[in-house]
């Protein structure tokens, strides 16, 4: 079929005279093309819900059809002629009882010619153009009038090549006729759109059976735009369904993780007076913890003195201070004698966070006789082999590291505890190879993930519902709040400027280029560009370069150079988007900040303001001429110069973004909800929440056949 072809494929057939395959060739490349859509199963064509839908339910007298409308008529063929200026096409007039419009066809086939033949009488649909003088329409859709008008609007659903819309729709009319909807709600449980329904006047509530068929052919009265914006109560259903099958998957995980048994790390008595780790390590701290500090300490030791394994998530603001909770918790484990492992997602982020932890840790272990290894992916063969034993003897009681040290084929004497920074949600793969790191004692090892993003609270109870959250929601004391200030990127100028003024008082300031992914190379040498003018800009000045191609022993250098204060300004891609910690640096410029999240603005400026002195975040958004891309940008941005509330901010961002932002690109792809929208249906998540434990107990037959209709084999959850 040309590319020009009618929109709805114009069928001379007779309705209901195709057979559902149509020809064998088709029958087989429309089959292929349903199983690329992923529509395997009934229940799969069944929740393929219509893009938006046609109304054939009305014959439309031609006097009444307005300019631009979408309308179905039936007339008369009245004349039918090839022209060929400008250019080859068919025309056909036709007329009704109450006026007549002027048909185009630009690519045509004999056989519609002979079905567009003076004096047939066809049924015909397509937008109107013009008005009383001279209506046309380009490539309608046309058959012989006649036969009975349907019922219900027509849907239009979302398609791939090689699959047209009348296959599409008699696939789904099957499915619905075969599949098996019954209902799943234990009685009395049904979903909180009721009052809407008795609001709006609607009889009862709908069943999933009837929600659906609603879906795919709605009656014609139907207010379109509550089908649009998914309030309709038919929407509402299967919005209820779907998170209610999220909930029931994830609670079911969390139960099946209640039946693991993790080592009981109890914190330990002080044996002949000597203290327990962790007391001494409190001791050398130079400051004492914050309130919200001790609070999710004593939550984590709780966990960790159950034979259950933990599985919480540690949130708090950046400079909130989680990396000394986690090094407490650590104690306890390596005082009963057991392995830790601390992991962060890059070499230099492991390196940068922990050293300080180290610092504390290394002399308090050596005193008895244990060790910290280091483990990342560049590390020399030997150095490697030397920490691969310590690991496996026991000796090293704590194992720094990427996320390598347990991708990898590293044996562990007795890993206890795991402590993953950065990371939101560590993924089912990573987490039964670290449960294989402990089988040996039919054990699984504690886990302690930590982020600096907080989870807005409709993500923490659908996605993360087998997490436990533990939030540190104080900064310590003696920080100055960072002002932060949106310019034009036309004020460059004055930016440098200040930046010269802040590194003659002896402060050191970060420049953060944007990281484009789809196009590294440019990332890269719009980078190594502003590297170069802010070099020319600042003489006496030591301008560094830090980004994500460089090899790790070059970034050691730049960032050592950095820490050490010898090195005024440090331009550099994303890279120190997490982790790194130089109290002297008090002014964050990010250039393009629009390409940019707010959660991770928000990351980025807690770089500074890590210190006594007062701190300023530079938030450079692009402008074109008219200064109009840039006023939407600003407007986004503003949200980070009103609050520092990470919260707040990722709140908005969910609101903005939605939840890819937050689950990290690679789990967004089949995690998300398809029908319901957290930002939204929050109320609907609250209902699921509160019945997945109601029907886990007492109605587990029902649990299981909703999850399997929902999931089906995607419920990855049961396996980790
Ligand atoms: P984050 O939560 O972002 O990982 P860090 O653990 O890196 O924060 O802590 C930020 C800085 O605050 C570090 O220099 C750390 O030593 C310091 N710090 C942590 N807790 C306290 C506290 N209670 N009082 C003062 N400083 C603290
Ligand atoms: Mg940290």
Redesign the pocket.
């Known amino acids: 079929m040309p590319a020009a072809a009618p929109r709805v494929s114009p069928s001379a057939k007779k309705p209901g005279a195709s057979s559902p395959g149509g020809a064998k060739g088709g029958a087989s490349v429309a089959q292929k093309a349903l199983q690329k859509l992923g529509l395997k199963r009934d229940i799969d064509l069944a929740l393929h819900l219509p893009l938006r839908y046609e109304d054939e339910t009305r014959i439309v007298p031609l006097a009444n059809a307005r300019d631009g409308q979408m309308v179905q008529i039936e007339a008369t063929v009245t004349a039918s002629e090839i022209q060929l200026r400008p250019r080859r096409q068919l025309v056909v007039r036709v007329e009704d009882d109450t006026g007549n419009c002027e048909l185009r066809f630009f690519s045509f086939y004999p056989s519609h010619q002979k079905t567009l033949a003076v004096g047939a009488r066809l049924r015909i649909r397509g937008e109107v153009k013009g008005g009383f003088w001279g209506r046309q329409m380009l490539h309608p859709a046309f058959r012989l009038a006649g036969g009975e008008l349907p019922a219900a609007l027509t849907p239009v659903y979302p398609t791939t090549a090689g699959l047209p819309q009348p296959y599409l729709r008699r696939a789904v009319v099957g499915a619905l006729a075969r599949v098996d909807l019954s209902d799943t709600l234990p009685p009395g449980t049904e979903p909180p759109y009721a009052r809407f329904m008795s609001q709006n006047g609607l009889p009862r509530l709908f069943s999933l059976r009837e929600a659906l068929t609603f879906l795919h052919h709605p009656t014609p009265d139907v207010a379109l735009s509550t089908l649009e914006d998914h309030s309709h109560p038919a929407w509402q259903r299967l919005k209820a369904e779907e998170l209610l099958a999220q909930q029931l998957s994830q609670q079911q995980s969390r139960r099946a993780r209640d039946m693991l048994r993790a080592p009981v790390l109890r914190v330990p008595r002080s044996r002949d007076g000597a203290l327990p780790l962790h007391e001494q390590l409190m001791a050398v ?6 309130a919200a ?1 001790r609070r999710v300490g004593e939550e984590i030791a709780a966990d960790l003195a159950r034979q259950v394994p933990m599985h919480r998530l540690l949130q ?11 090094a407490l918790a650590a104690c306890l484990a390596m005082d009963a004698g057991w392995q830790c492992a601390l992991m962060a997602p890059t070499e230099i982020l492991a390196e940068q ?1 922990f050293a ?1 932890m180290i610092g504390w840790l290394e002399p308090l272990l050596a005193a008895r006789g244990r060790k910290v290894a280091w483990l990342v992916g560049g590390q020399k063969k030997k150095d490697r082999a030397a920490m691969l034993a310590l690991v496996e003897t026991g000796e090293a009681a704590l194992v720094v590291g990427t996320h390598a040290v347990i991708q990898e084929q590293v044996r562990f004497k007795n890993l206890a505890l795991a402590i993953i ?2 990371q939101h949600r560590f993924g089912v793969a990573q987490r039964l190879a670290l449960r294989q790191k402990l089988a040996e004692h039919g054990m699984e090892p504690h886990m302690l993930m ?1 982020s ?1 993003t907080p989870i807005p609270r409709t993500l923490a109870m659908s996605y993360y519902a087998d997490l436990d959250v533990s939030v ?1 929601d104080e900064l ?3 920080r100055t709040p960072i002002v932060t200030k949106l310019i034009a990127d036309s004020r460059k100028d004055e930016v440098i400027e200040r930046i010269g003024a802040q590194v003659q008082a002896g402060r050191q300031v970060y420049w953060v280029c944007p990281l484009i992914e789809e196009s590294e190379a440019l990332d890269l040498s719009n980078a190594t560009a502003t590297h170069a003018d802010l070099s020319e800009a600042l003489p006496g000045c030591m301008v560094g370069l830090l980004h994500s191609r460089m090899p790790t022993a070059e970034k050691k250098a730049v960032m050592a150079l950095f820490t050490s204060g010898q090195m005024g300004v440090l331009v550099s891609t994303t890279v120190i988007e ?2 790194v ?1 130089v ?1 002297n640096a008090s002014l964050m410029v990010i250039e393009h900040a629009e390409r940019f999240g707010l959660s991770q603005l928000h990351q980025l400026r ?1 770089r500074v303001g ?1 210190g006594a002195a007062a701190s300023a975040c530079v938030l450079l958004y692009a402008t074109n001429d008219s200064g109009r891309v840039g006023e939407t940008a600003k407007e986004r941005l503003r949200a980070l110069a009103e609050t520092n509330d990470g919260f707040e901010i990722a709140r908005r961002d969910l609101e903005i973004r939605g939840p890819g932002e937050f689950l990290g690109a690679r789990q967004s792809g089949d995690a998300l909800l398809r029908f319901a929208d957290l930002a939204t249906d929050s109320m609907l998540l609250e209902w699921a929440r509160e019945l997945a434990p109601v029907m886990l107990d007492h109605h587990p037959e029902l649990a299981a056949r909703h999850v399997a209709r929902w999931l089906g084999g995607k419920s990855d959850y049961l396996k980790a």
């Open positions: 701290l130079p400051f004492g913890l914050t500090q708090g603001d950046v400079g909130s201070g989680k990396t000394v909770v986690s966070h300080k920074d950065e930590m600096a540190i310590p004391p003696g997490v982790g910690d109290p807690g890590r």
